[in-house]
């Protein structure tokens, strides 16, 4: 089946430091990624999505410069969290469509930002 | 109104019982819902993915629709201690790009 991978899975970073979560997906072609973030105990919010080579869409209360996202190619996305504070902890989690058309995504095993 | 609605929980059953999650939704647009499985800080694994109204079966899980009431619900038979975990609603308008707007999770522990 479809299978997006995520990495790093789990990343401490001192505060005012930027850090790059990536998103690939493995054997089909992502035009759209979205990414989500969650809290503890929380559901997953929609950050952004992303299609390839185009600027991403965000959700409103998502700082776009603070939160930069890359759609360089059908099976690669980032987000960087630049100058990361304490409150940008979160888990954070990446989805593409999956290769039973459009109607289904797939998921990203997910990224645990700390920040210190 | 959220447009999703889900109970927490926690919800604690013994194993073999029979469980029942539910979630409820505002936007009659929604056309595509499924429920996700999510494991302590790892990503949402699908489980069940509908089309409309109507009911659907696999192995131990049925998921059904409700257009008419904005209710969806997925039962889960003779429930097992590695079913413990929370379990995601999620729907979506259109097929294509448009993403997942998710209830808040209910945790279910199936007791030994």
């Not at chain 2, 009659?28 to 790892?42: E, G, L």
């Amino acid at each position: 089946g479809a299978v997006v991978s995520q990495h790093p899975s789990r990343v401490i970073c001192k505060s005012g430091t930027s850090v790059k979560i990536e998103c690939r997906s493995l054997d089909f072609q992502a035009t759209t990624m979205f990414w989500y973030r969650q809290f503890p105990k929380q559901s997953l919010m929609l950050m952004a999505t992303s299609n390839e080579g185009s600027k991403a869409t965000y959700e409103q209360g998502v700082e776009k410069d603070k939160f930069l996202i890359n759609h360089a190619s059908l099976t690669l996305s980032t987000l960087t969290v630049t100058s990361a504070h304490p409150e940008d902890s979160s888990f954070y989690i990446c989805s593409a469509a999956g290769e039973r058309g459009a109607n289904v995504l797939t998921f990203g095993a997910g990224s645990r930002l700390t920040v210190l | 109104q959220k447009e999703v609605e889900q109970d927490p929980g926690p919800l604690s059953v013994p194993e073999g019982a029979i469980v029942s999650l539910n979630c409820t939704y505002s936007n009659s647009a929604f056309q595509y819902f499924m429920w996700y499985r999510q494991y302590s800080r790892k990503g949402p694994e699908l489980l069940m993915y509908t089309y409309s109204s109507g009911n659907k079966e696999d192995g131990r899980f049925t998921a059904q629709v409700d257009k008419s009431s904005k209710y969806i619900s997925l039962f889960i038979r003779d429930s097992q201690p590695s079913d413990s975990a929370t379990y995601l609603c999620a729907m979506r308008k259109n097929s294509g790009n448009t993403p997942l707007v998710f209830g808040k999770g209910t945790r279910l522990s199936v007791i030994a």
